[in-house]
T-cell receptor
């Protein structure tokens, strides 16, 4: 399977705990995005990487959220001191400025986070 | 203000018939891109079709076509010959291209749930 993969697919945690999600993009894609999707809404942009550089962050990304892409390949999204409002689907997407005509983003299956 | 508006929370269509899903957008940029994605119950977003703001012809991809009316700022998705497997959420999205760049994030609407009846 050469698509975008995310791990874990589901995470249940207690309020106040830290969680970390991983995203493995399509191998030749240099651009990586994180989105959050709550029930009944479309995905909302969180942050964007080009190679290892984090170039854009949404104001939705509070100080409790941090994302990394240390070697320009996989990325991690960490949420510290989780709150119930963090419960959502976290989607990762990747794209390539060289191989796709429209720079369309390819999405992974998402990580569903439930904060109790 | 919402940048992408999808006014149809849910739609029903009979199998083999065509259906139009509405999308209007708001931007002051001259250069932008419009996307439609399908999200089945499994959760993964699947890219369907793209329309660039400077494209003069409506985009088509198999059974999908995009009815692009720039002056009205609308980008409706038309699915022809609906199939049971088309039942899913459909999202319209826009990418604004600041400074002429193409890496911008997507802004999504709230989606339309399409149900195809046998």
């Amino acid at each position: 399977d050469t698509g975008v993969s995310q791990d874990p697919r589901h995470k249940i945690t207690k309020r106040g705990q830290n969680v970390t999600f991983r995203c493995d993009p399509i191998s030749e894609h240099n651009r990586l995005y994180w989105y959050r999707q709550t029930l009944g809404q479309g995905p909302e942009f969180l942050t964007y990487f080009q190679n290892e550089a984090q170039l854009e962050k949404s104001r939705l990304l509070s100080d409790r959220f941090s994302a990394e892409r240390p070697k320009g390949s996989f990325s991690t999204l960490e949420i510290q001191r989780t709150e119930q409002g963090d419960s959502a689907m976290y989607l990762c997407a990747s794209s390539s400025e060289w191989t796709s005509a429209y720079n369309e983003q390819f999405f992974g299956p998402g990580t569903r986070l439930t904060v109790l | 203000a919402q940048k992408i508006t999808q006014t149809q929370p849910g739609m029903f269509v009979q199998e083999k018939e065509a259906v139009t899903l509405d999308c209007t957008y708001d931007t002051s940029d001259q250069s932008y891109g419009l996307f439609w994605y399908k999200q089945p119950s499994s959760g993964e977003m699947i890219f369907l079709i793209y329309q660039g703001s400077y494209d003069e012809q409506n985009a088509t991809e198999g059974r999908y076509s995009l009815n692009f009316q720039k002056a009205r700022k609308s980008a409706n998705l038309v699915i022809s010959a609906s199939q049971l497997g088309d039942s899913a959420m459909y999202f319209c999205a826009m990418r604004e291209a600041p400074y002429g760049g193409s890496q911008g994030n997507l802004i999504f609407g709230k989606g339309t749930k399409l149900s195809v009846k046998p």
